[in-house]
Nanobody
Framework: QIQLVESGGGLVQAGGSLRLSCAAS????????MGWFRQAPGKEREFVAA????????SYGDSVKGRFTISRENAKNTVSLQMNSLKPEDTAVYYC???????????????WGQGTQVTVSS
């Protein structure tokens, strides 16, 4: 069974930075795409970023382009999200998601982490 555990959330002032990490169990990590999503109170879950199995291709939501960077270390079964220039509207619970296939453009998320809270104060 796949387990995803996020860490690195917290409280930060606007303009600050945070780095989220997601540790995955299982031997399939290096063969599947990974992604980050977020959900603010009263809103639907939103796509933030995704990365292919190899790490060679990434995709970002329009609201985070140029500020967030997704990366992965297959040898350590981890995926990270570097968040810079944070805004109050970035406040949400951030979830790590593991796709069912190697490319995020052609597969769906099959497993989710429990989420980590990010709060950006103005």
């Amino acid at each position: 069974q796949i387990q995803l555990v996020e860490s690195g959330g917290g409280l930060v002032q606007a303009g600050g930075s945070l780095r989220l990490s997601c540790a995955a169990s299982g031997r399939t990590f290096s063969s599947v795409a990974m992604g980050w999503f977020r959900q603010a109170p009263g809103k639907e879950r939103e796509f933030v970023a995704a990365i292919t199995y190899s790490g060679l291709s990434t995709s970002y939501g329009d609201s985070v382009k140029g500020r967030f960077t997704i990366s992965r270390e297959n040898a350590k079964n981890t995926v990270s999200l570097q968040m810079n220039s944070l805004k109050p509207e970035d406040t949400a619970v951030y979830y790590c998601g593991q796709y069912r296939g190697p490319y995020y453009s052609s597969s769906t998320v099959g497993s989710w982490g429990q989420g980590t809270q990010v709060t950006v104060s103005s």
